[in-house]
């Protein structure tokens, strides 16, 4: 069974903070690895995806991945209340299909 | 930016009827996907699609569950007989898997067997 596990939170970040949100997988043949981010009643939206070790950074965003630790994060810098969602981190393996994880709730407050 | 479209938007059916669910992928996407989100949980993994035929299914995907691509650009899912644990959002995505590739979700059909 391939796992994906996050931390629920919620995690709760001042604006204008850096928010890092956190992922483990448990499939050591993954090689993609996706960060989506869900408003509440409404479908994922792709933020990231990151398929060699080391950072790749996308505006605000930063995904950091360890496949050594099977440990995949995503940094947020300069948090804005619109960041406020549920971060979904998605790993695929050799079958081209992703696995999500329960998703991090994110609260930025002014 | 290319959008998957779905519809409906939301479905009300009564327990035991036949829902079908519409998508129209990316037009230059290759891989087709459904997932559901029961409310409060993960989105969970039922069938992908390649080359109009099944190429993974889950263990939530059984014979109640079926895929078909009918024309060019419709991908629908069809569940024939609906029960009560079959309320949640369902989601299409699409992959084109070329470059920088994600998947592509579209904006889901709620359904809410009574």
């Known amino acids: 069974q391939k796992e994906v596990e996050q931390n629920s939170g919620p995690l709760s970040v001042p604006e204008g903070a850096i928010a890092s949100l956190n992922c483990t997988y448990s499939?050591?043949?993954?090689?993609?690895f996706f960060w989506y981010r869900q408003y509440s009643g409404k479908s994922p939206e792709l933020i990231m995806s990151?398929?060699?070790?080391g950072d790749k950074e996308d505006g605000r965003f930063t995904a950091q991945l360890n496949k050594a630790s099977q440990y995949v994060s995503l940094l947020i810098r300069d948090s804005q209340p619109s960041d406020s969602a549920t971060y979904l981190c998605?790993?695929?393996?050799?079958?081209?299909?992703?696995?999500f994880g329960r998703g991090t709730s994110l609260i930025v407050h002014p | 930016e290319p959008e998957v479209t779905q519809t409906p938007s939301h479905q009300v059916t009564q327990m035991g009827q036949e829902v079908i669910l519409r998508c129209v992928p990316i037009?230059?996407?290759?891989?087709f996907y459904w997932y559901r989100q029961i409310l409060g949980q993960k989105v969970e993994f039922l069938v992908s699609?390649?080359?109009?035929?099944?190429?993974?299914k889950s263990e939530i995907f059984d014979d109640q569950f079926s895929v078909e691509r009918p024309d060019g650009s419709n991908f629908t899912l069809k569940i024939r007989s609906t029960k009560l644990e079959d309320s949640a959002m369902y989601f299409c995505?699409?992959?084109?898997?070329?470059?920088?590739?994600?998947?592509?979700f579209g904006s889901g059909t709620r359904l809410t067997v009574v």
């Open positions: 998605a790993v695929e393996g050799g079958s081209y299909i992703p696995t």
């Open positions: 499939d050591r043949g993954s090689q993609s």
């Open positions: 990151i398929y060699s070790n």
């Open positions: 037009s230059n996407h290759l891989y």
């Open positions: 699609f390649y080359n109009n035929e099944i190429s993974e």
């Open positions: 995505a699409s992959n084109g898997r070329t470059g920088n590739y994600g998947y592509t």
